[in-house]
Each structure stands twice: as structure tokens, then as C-alpha cells.
């Protein structure tokens, strides 16, 4: 199979960086890309929106900020570079060409954000998309997708398999309320529909073992195409 990991920032680095996790996850990597050609997007998470927040101070320009964002992205993804060795490309890769000529060296790409006004979520679909992957694998700070915001409703019900026609409606909900977010952003859910692909969503405690998550072993949600 080929396979897309979305990693998302705040799970690579919480508040410093997880350096246990990002060993135990280069792990799983290299060893599913023992069988499978790997690809990986590393997001900017909390780390990110730090920076995001103190540059308001100093200019309303969104796009300005966004590459801040994008820079943290792509510092997370050195790290992780870092991590897998000889496995792994040695530099951040910007360009979605770029990354299928890494996978014919049989090496693993890491990319981070790439164009203003794109998550890195949003970057990890249309990577998918380009490289025709089988699978599109989400790693982040929620274990899963659910019924409303599990960190504001402790009723929230998770879904473990919806269509990717739900996923959307989900995301573009989450969205559409002050301050909320999602697991998955409506532009990266509108990708995957798009882009017919199958997804899992899982959270961190999934992300140790995806050798088992890539076999469909996981307590996540699975999207349908």
C-alpha cells in the first residue's frame, strides 16, 4: 500500500517536543515502510498558534502569518527527520512532485505546510490525493471523530465508521460555531471526499503502535470514501 500520515503538531509537540513519542513513532514508520511506501505531513500545532498570536501583535496580514505557521510546521518536521534517520529524506519536502520522486528512492518524505491559507490537514489530502494513496492516516490530539466537541460535551458519543459525506458536514459544523474546531478542517474533509479516500482518524495512544493501525487495529474512526 501507499500510505499518507497526517501527524498533527500538537501531538509531535505538546508544549516541548514529545521526544519518547517522536522515537516511537520514527519506529512505526520505519517498520511500515519496510512493506509500504510512506509519506508524512507534520502539522504546527500549539507550538504554532503561539507564534500566530504573538505576530497579531505586529501586523493584521494573514498570509504573513501563515507563514509563520508554515515555518513551525516545517521545524516539527526536521525533528521528525531527525528521528528516522537514513529512512527519511533529508530535507522538508514542499512540493507534492517532490515527494513521489523521494518514495521511488525508497526513502520516506516529510513534508509540512506548504501554501498560505492551507492546514496541513488540508496538505496531507491533497497529498493522498496526488499520490493516489490507499490510505490516509490521522494522528491527532482527539481519538477519533465525534458526535459534538468531547473536550466541551463529556456525552459526546465517538462515531467509529462514517461516510465521508459525514465527515464534511461534521467538520464544516465544527467550524461554523465561535471558536470551534475539529479533528479534520472542512477543506482537508472536502480534499478526502474529492479525493475518494479512505481514512482513519486516531489519537496519540493509537499513534504508538501504527503498525497495527495501518492493519485496521485501532480505536479511532474509520471514513469511508
Known sequence: MRIVFDIGGSVLVPDDPDVDFIKAIAYELIKISEDHEVAVVVGGGKVARKYIKAAKTFTPNETFKDYIGIHITRANAMLLIAALGEKAYPFVIQDFRKAWEVIQLKK???MGGT???HTTDAVSA??????QADL????????GVYDSDPRKNPNAKKLDRITVDQLVEIAMQAESKA???GVVDALAAKFIQRGKIRTYIVGKSDAY???DVVRGKHSGTVVEP
Not at 491533497?126 to 499520490?131: D, G, M, N, P
Open 108 to 110: 520516506i518524505p516529510i
Open 136 to 143: 490516509l492516516v490521522v494522528v491527532t490530539n482527539v481519538d
Open 209 to 211: 503502535h501504527l503498525f
Open 179 to 181: 471558536g470551534g474546531s
Open 126 to 131: 491533497l497529498l493522498a490525493e496526488y499520490l
Open 115 to 117: 501554501h498560505p491559507g
